[in-house]
């Protein structure tokens, strides 16, 4: 079956550190997103990606870049983590624009 | 902008009693609507979608019925299960700067469900 799958699901990293979160979707679906889930926030987006090579700045994109190589991959980099990144963060992918999102397990972060 | 409000939680109910969750939201457009739910530990699942007004979407006993007159999405069940406690989010689509789609969430409502 598809899946869509989140590594690590748990991280402890120090501030300063550069830390990359791994999403990797069997869906072949060209659309993916990043999110992270804050309390009283709810999930809000941080990149996303059309296709290969193609990506783009979400509502919450400071402290945070993506590369988009491959159908399958996209990565998300903490440049140098703060402790206001500590989060859960969703990778989702969906094959078309207005379609059903497909979210991953998750990846809890925490910035010490 | 877009803008989802839901109702804070948590809510606390016995088995087999009459769930309902409110959703508002602020969109141009026409924006499709959704709820996702989040069980302890997991991401987030597509429970149910509308796409257009007057549309109801339904799934394992859940619904929720698109009122634009109203701007609401509000997700009922007629007797919920301790199965059902969870995390429910209320989305909507809206277009991203470039093209596609992104989904704008609500807080999240948290259901607890007790025998």
């Known amino acids: 079956d598809a899946e869509i799958t989140q590594s690590p699901r748990h991280k402890i990293t120090e501030t300063g550190r550069q830390v990359t979160l791994a999403c990797h979707q069997t869906w072949n679906h060209n659309n993916m997103f990043w999110y992270r889930q804050d309390l009283g926030h709810g999930l809000r987006l941080i990149h996303y990606?059309?296709?290969?090579?193609?990506?783009n700045k979400g509502e919450v994109s400071d402290g945070y870049s993506v590369s988009r190589s491959n159908t399958e991959d996209l990565p998300l980099t903490l440049e140098s983590a703060a402790s206001s990144q500590t989060s859960v963060y969703f990778c989702a992918s969906s094959e078309s624009w207005g379609g059903t999102q497909y979210f991953g397990p998750g990846t809890r972060l925490l910035v010490l | 902008g877009n803008s989802v409000t839901q109702m804070e939680g948590p809510v606390t109910l016995s088995e087999e009693a009459f769930l309902t969750i409110n959703c508002t939201y602020t969109?141009?457009?026409?924006?499709?609507l959704f709820w996702y739910v989040q069980y302890p530990g997991e991401g987030l699942q597509l429970l149910l979608k509308a796409t257009k007004a007057d549309d109801k979407g339904s799934n394992k006993g859940f619904e929720a019925t698109y009122r634009k007159e109203t701007t609401s999405f509000h997700l009922e069940k007629g007797s919920v299960q301790v199965s059902d406690s969870a995390v429910y989010f209320c989305a909507l689509s809206g277009i991203l700067t470039g093209g596609g789609n992104k989904l704008t969430f609500g807080t999240g409502t948290q259901l607890k469900v007790e025998l």
């Open positions: 969109a141009t457009g026409y924006p499709s």
């Open positions: 990606s059309y296709g290969v090579q193609d990506t």
